[in-house]
């Protein structure tokens, strides 16, 4: 009888967690419980964190799972630009012991954690996401951010945790970000560099907001073509462009006005400097090292080690579940978790 040959071995699969941002909103989320860990230690944000890290690996089988950080005593993006997240609220000092504590555990428990020099926990999941697809992996971001859009592909997506927990929280590819906000992927950075980032003070182009900057992108294919068509042709091709799709549309013509904020005087220093700041560096030594056994954020981890750790902060259920998804084997990843975030589709906010 015919034989046939084997199928592939799936792709490995590297989950790449915000840390920050999951500390952040479990504390607000969580404060309530007043938890604190065996030592009498506010725990709440922390237990969050694992808790939910422990339900995605779970879902997604990683093979392994490095979690970034801020670096919190020096920010290369605060000394180019002072004002950048500026007007934030003073950290709650619970909050702030959390933090500070949070990688200890982490690497404690046998996972990774990259805290680079004057830089953050996005840069760790830009260089993450490059790794992936130098390295022939497939890539998941998690995050509460929208930040880490910018690195969806076709081997990285990004499941984005907001209300409702891990099964309620939208997995996003190329696809689906298209769908939600109407541009390509590798079009996301231009996007949000148009639209400013209110939470870390950065105005956007003026005149230029979440609907416009997804028509002038879909109908030019690039902010480096509307800047050609600009110098070399004073943006007769823009107009041209935009005015036919609002014809189709139904819509009024809005190509000359859109020219004009564009040429507006400070708009593409604006643009360029947005760039600048929103780009994640992708060069990291993330440290990773999948051939060698044992080595830092490989699962499966050591079950004593497990125990212990997830045990001081005092949950019995979650330690039960963290030596259940740790300490065996990863399952092979099949370009999906094993259950609702693939199907969960959710409006964002």
Same mark, same amino acid.
């Given at each position: ?108 428990l046998g996972l990774h954690t990259v805290t680079p020099a004057g830089l953050e926990a996005d840069d760790v999941s830009a260089t993450a996401a490059t790794w992936a697809e130098a390295a022939g992996w497939g890539c998941v971001i998690v995050t509460s951010d929208r930040d880490s859009f910018a690195h969806i592909s ?17 997995? @996003?590819? /190329?696809? +689906?970000?298209?769908?939600?906000? *109407? ?9 949000? $560099? &148009? %639209? ?53 549309e139904g819509l009024r013509r809005i190509g000359p006005g859109l020219l004009k904020r564009l040429t507006a005087p400070g708009a593409r220093e604006r643009f360029d400097f947005n760039l ?24 499966? @981890?050591? /079950?004593? +080690?497990?125990?212990?750790?997830? *045990? ?9 579940? $963290? &030596? %259940? ?25």
């Amino acid at each position: 009888m015919p034989t046939s040959d084997p199928p592939a071995p799936a792709p490995r699969l590297l989950l790449a967690v915000d840390a920050p941002s999951l500390l952040h909103r479990n504390h607000h989320a969580r404060v309530a419980s007043g938890l604190r860990d065996r030592g009498g230690r506010p725990a709440w944000a922390l237990h969050g964190m694992v808790r939910q890290i422990l339900e995605v690996i779970d879902q997604f089988a990683p093979d392994a799972v490095v979690f970034g950080f801020d670096d919190r005593t020096a920010s290369v993006r605060t000394e180019t630009y002072p004002a950048y997240k500026a007007g934030r609220r003073v950290k709650d000092p619970a909050l702030v012991d959390q933090l500070q504590r949070s990688a200890a555990l982490l690497d404690a428990l046998g996972l990774h954690t990259v805290t680079p020099a004057g830089l953050e926990a996005d840069d760790v999941s830009a260089t993450a996401a490059t790794w992936a697809e130098a390295a022939g992996w497939g890539c998941v971001i998690v995050t509460s951010d929208r930040d880490s859009f910018a690195h969806i592909s076709a081997r990285t997506r990004v499941l984005r945790l907001i209300d409702g927990g891990v099964n309620a929280s939208p997995l @996003l590819n /190329p696809a +689906r970000l298209r769908t939600l906000y *109407g541009i390509a992927a590798e079009h996301y950075l231009e996007y949000a $560099a &148009l %639209r400013g980032d209110t939470s870390d003070n950065l105005p956007g182009v003026p005149g230029i907001g979440e609907k416009t900057a997804p028509v002038l992108l879909s109908q030019m294919g690039s902010m480096r073509s509307v800047w050609a068509d600009i110098d070399h042709c004073a943006g007769a091709n823009l107009v041209a462009a935009l005015d036919s799709y609002c014809e189709e549309e139904g819509l009024r013509r809005i190509g000359p006005g859109l020219l004009k904020r564009l040429t507006a005087p400070g708009a593409r220093e604006r643009f360029d400097f947005n760039l600048s700041i929103m780009s994640g560096r992708t060069d990291l030594d993330l440290g990773l090292t999948p051939d060698v056994p044992g080595t830092p954020g490989l699962l499966p @981890l050591d /079950p004593d +080690r497990v125990s212990q750790v997830v *045990g001081y902060l005092g949950v019995p259920s979650t330690t039960d579940l $963290a &030596l %259940r998804v740790l300490t065996e084997p990863p399952a092979s990843y099949d370009d999906g978790p094993r259950s609702a975030p693939e199907a969960v589709v959710v409006q964002e906010r």
